[in-house]
């Protein structure tokens, strides 16, 4: 067995002892290094692992994670794979980066893992196609499979019960927009943008105003959502209100028919923006900074100065949690708020979040085979409902829709529901140019440097070029 630089595959050998004339085989020491973003399912995945996993092969298997801040994963990755030093054998990758790691020759193509393994192609064939399409194909929707689910996520509403139920704080919205102030998970879940905007109008507080029948402690904010510059950060929460509002963004299944110029930019994508901006006027003023990230909102909720924070469920553990939230005791949650359509419909899209596991090319037939079982460990239907059970979520749909699945955890009653609303960013080998220069962008509309049609149309402008070059559009 080859012993390749940064892959610890200890004792790659299986002798045979006689005793007494039976053979004993010795058991391999195998090592798996992975990447991973640092945040709670991927926490969870290690403790798992740990504290439950036994391989069928009766090998010692070892997982090795690497946990990488958010705003750092994708650089420090890319710097990994593309300086040659083989470091990692298995990544749980962002759904993103399957195009240019495919093409870069780095992450291994997984069809004939699953074909040798029937009863897990059932399993993986039974993942919602959402989900299944963002986090395994590439091209895009097709049935060239690179990733397995590792943890899906949607957006949601986290939302303060005490603050929105409060006798009088209904009574003044509801004589203020004759409309009633969003309580219960079903109030949530009917929310338009509108209502959110309302919301975030209605519930900003100097300290020491009355709110909810007490002096607030300190300035009070009736909404947030993603604001930030870093990553992908504001591109996650502004596509979802672009696709809502009959708007889109470069379609790479169109690939080279599709444009970029008047599509990006449509009157109804800068309609979409401008709604996105304008809501950011009734939000922390971090927000204006274009440093409001996922992180921030989620401390500023926990913290007790938002009534509303639209958020990730992967981010949702530490709102439960009486040491990290101050909030805890008083939570509803739904889903996030959508776009009444013409035809009286709500219109929900979402980007996409969550991430596969992906296996390296230059992984070990050892490992690859350890590496596999361990998926089908973790995408076992008791290991599925664990994860749930401890706040991570599961797009296998005999998992999601048992009855007990909403039982978890509060926000589980929103997940089913979104998934068929669920979109994705590209996959294209150019999509770290496209991101980086778009985020750009939104940070100067969000900042108030540019407004929203200038803002697309360089978009717009950008990604035309670029895709142009690159053979994408003709």
């Not at 040798?116 to 395994?136: G, Q």
């Not at 350890?370 to 005999?398: R, Y």
């Amino acid at each position: 067995m080859t012993k390749m630089k940064g892959v610890a595959v200890a004792a790659g050998f299986a002798a045979t002892l006689m005793t007494g004339g039976a053979s004993l085989a010795l058991a391999e020491e195998v090592t798996l290094t992975m990447a991973v973003p640092d945040w709670p399912p991927t926490r969870i995945m290690k403790k798992f692992f740990d504290e439950q996993y036994k391989p069928a092969s009766g090998n010692t298997v070892k997982l090795d994670v690497d946990f990488i801040p958010w705003p750092d994963f994708y650089t420090r990755v890319n710097a990994s794979l593309t300086s040659g030093e083989q470091k990692y054998n298995f990544i749980v990758s962002d759904s993103q980066w399957l195009g240019a790691f495919v093409e870069g020759g780095y992450f291994r193509k997984i069809n004939d893992l699953l074909e040798a393994d029937p009863d897990f192609m059932a399993t993986f064939k039974s993942i919602h196609p959402n989900p299944l399409n963002a986090y395994s194909t590439y091209p895009h929707k097709s049935e060239n499979y690179y990733g397995f689910p590792q943890f899906p996520d949607v957006l949601v509403n986290f939302a303060r019960s005490d603050i929105l139920c409060h006798e009088e704080e209904q009574k003044n919205f509801q004589a203020k927009y004759n409309k009633k102030l969003p309580c219960t998970g079903e109030e949530l879940d009917a929310m338009t943008w509108d209502d959110f905007r309302n919301v975030g109008e209605f519930l900003m507080r100097k300290k020491g105003d009355m709110l909810a029948g007490a002096p607030a402690e300190d300035d009070f904010y009736g909404i947030a959502y993603q604001a930030g510059k870093g990553y992908d950060f504001s591109s996650m929460q502004i596509n979802g209100l672009i696709w809502q509002m009959g708007g889109n963004t470069w379609d790479e299944t169109q690939v080279p028919n599709g444009q970029a110029e008047g599509v990006v930019n449509s009157p109804e994508a800068v309609a979409a923006l401008e709604k996105y901006l304008d809501m950011i006027q009734f939000m922390p003023p971090l927000a204006k900074t274009g440093t409001m990230d996922i992180f921030k909102t989620a401390e500023l909720f926990q913290e007790g100065k938002v009534a509303m924070n639209i958020n990730w469920i992967g981010l949702g553990e530490a709102a439960l949690d009486p040491k990290t939230s101050k909030v805890s005791d008083k939570l509803v949650f739904g889903q996030m708020p959508g776009t009444m359509g013409a035809d009286g419909k709500m219109q929900r899209w979402s980007n996409i979040g969550g991430q596969p596991f992906v296996l390296t090319t230059w992984t070990t037939d050892a490992q690859i085979k350890e590496a596999v079982e361990f998926v089908k460990w973790w995408l076992s239907p008791e290991i599925q409902h664990q994860f749930a059970a401890n706040g991570g979520q599961s797009a296998i749909k005999s998992v999601y829709e048992d009855p007990k699945y909403v039982t978890y955890r509060p926000w589980n009653r929103a997940w089913a529901p979104q998934l068929d609303w669920q979109k994705d960013v590209w996959h294209v080998p150019q999509f770290f140019e496209l991101l980086t220069q778009q985020q750009d962008q939104f940070d100067l509309a969000i900042t108030g440097k540019q407004d929203a049609k200038t803002t697309l149309d360089n978009v717009a402008k950008f990604q035309q070029n670029l895709l142009t070059e690159a053979g994408l559009i003709q």
